[in-house]
Each structure stands twice: as C-alpha cells, then as structure tokens.
C-alpha cells in the first residue's frame, strides 16, 4: 500500500483506516506503532478508527494513551 500511493505524485488521499478488535494488546500496539511510523512518512490524510468491543487484556488502556498522543487515533 505504501509503495501505490508514494507514487501517486501530487494527489493529496484522505485515508480512514479501521481496525476492530478484541483482547488483541500486543498485536494492536505493533499495528499502530507501524501506522503512526507510516503517516509521518506520508503526504496523506491519515486517519486511524479503533473499535474496541470491550476487550479485558488492557487494549482500552493501550488505545486511551496512544489516542492522546496522536489525535488522528480515534
């Protein structure tokens, strides 16, 4: 997906990215880590949903202190 939109010079895309999840911590975390790394690499609109359906395994935690550091996170 990368490499598809870097060569689409002077086209400015709005992206909404959606991820459910459910007691998936540490997978989410690596996830996010490598979309906040990607967005700040790219000329686009990024923004990143997160549907949480009442996870026990701290993934609440994980999106409260991610969320507050990247307002794109949602």
Do not use: V, W
Request: include cysteine; hydrophobic fraction near 35%; glycine fraction near 2%.
């Amino acid at each position: 997906m990368a490499h598809y939109l870097s060569n689409r010079k002077g086209i400015r895309m709005n992206i909404a990215i959606i991820i459910p999840t459910f007691n998936r911590y540490e997978k989410l975390e690596i996830c996010l880590r490598n979309l906040i790394t990607f967005r700040a690499s790219s000329s686009h609109y990024i923004e990143i949903i997160i549907c949480d359906n009442c996870s026990t395994d701290g993934t609440d935690h994980l999106l409260n202190e991610i969320s507050k550091k990247n307002s794109f996170i949602k």
